[in-house]
């Protein structure tokens, strides 16, 4: 069973479009993530909820909304994309926030997202 | 901004050598953990330390954090093929966001 899934994999759409991509975890985890890597592969937090409510926003366009149904699953909408949106999109999750040892942030396999 | 700089960016050896990539900063982190990724996944937790000075061993790979906690270091004793990879390290401050650093491109020739 995989811990963290997310649908789809991959993404080719055109520019202006709206596309989301879902996320689900099967750990009881309270924590949840959403990370971009660029294509140095750079990785940068946008979002964290932890059970449903919202913690971290990082300087991300308003484009970008996620929404969390609920603490195991925590999907993300793009409206009107744009050429710079095209990277890997991360969802993750772990037992509850911060950063410390024994709190492993177990990472999805990603969603290639390319935007033409 | 916190930013972890990564060094080298791209590192490619022969299998059986040994080699060693760090992790450096300006800033003070809590705790410190390093990931590898591979080519269409997402980062795997490797290790993470939390004491300055702290030397950690994973089999083949030794991991220590500095004294400041400013800096870390990741030694492979005779790579493998198996440890090709991305190798991410992040710095954590308590209940605040993991920043990751710049990464470090490591391909093991057979």
């Known amino acids: 069973d995989t811990a963290v899934s997310q649908t789809p994999k991959y993404l080719v759409t055109q520019m202006g479009n709206d596309k989301s991509i879902k996320c689900e975890q099967n750990l009881g985890h309270d924590t949840m993530y959403w990370y971009k890597q660029d294509s140095k592969k750079f990785l940068k937090i946008m979002f964290s909820y932890n059970n449903k409510e919202l913690i971290i926003n990082e300087t991300v366009p308003n484009r970008f909304s996620p929404k969390s149904p609920d603490k195991a699953h925590l999907n993300l909408h793009i409206n009107s994309l744009e050429l710079g949106d095209s990277a890997v999109y991360f969802c993750a999750s772990s037992r509850r926030q911060g950063t410390g040892s024994g709190n492993t942030i177990y990472f999805g396999e990603g969603s290639w997202l390319t935007v033409v | 901004t916190q930013l972890l700089e990564q060094s080298p960016q791209f590192l490619s050896i022969q299998e059986g050598e040994n080699l060693t990539v760090y992790c450096n900063s300006s800033s003070v982190f809590s705790s410190l953990q390093w990931y590898r990724q591979e080519p269409g996944e997402g980062p795997v937790l490797l290790v993470t330390?939390?004491?300055?000075?702290e030397v950690k061993k994973l089999k083949r790979l030794t991991f220590q954090f500095g004294d400041a906690r400013k800096d870390s270091s990741l030694h492979i004793t005779a790579a493998q093929t198996g440890d090709t990879g991305l190798y991410l390290c992040?710095?954590?401050?308590?209940?605040?966001?993991?920043?990751f650093g710049t990464g470090t491109r490591l391909t093991i020739i057979p």
């Open positions: 992040a710095g954590g401050h308590g209940n605040e966001k993991l920043t």
């Open positions: 330390v939390v004491t300055g000075g």
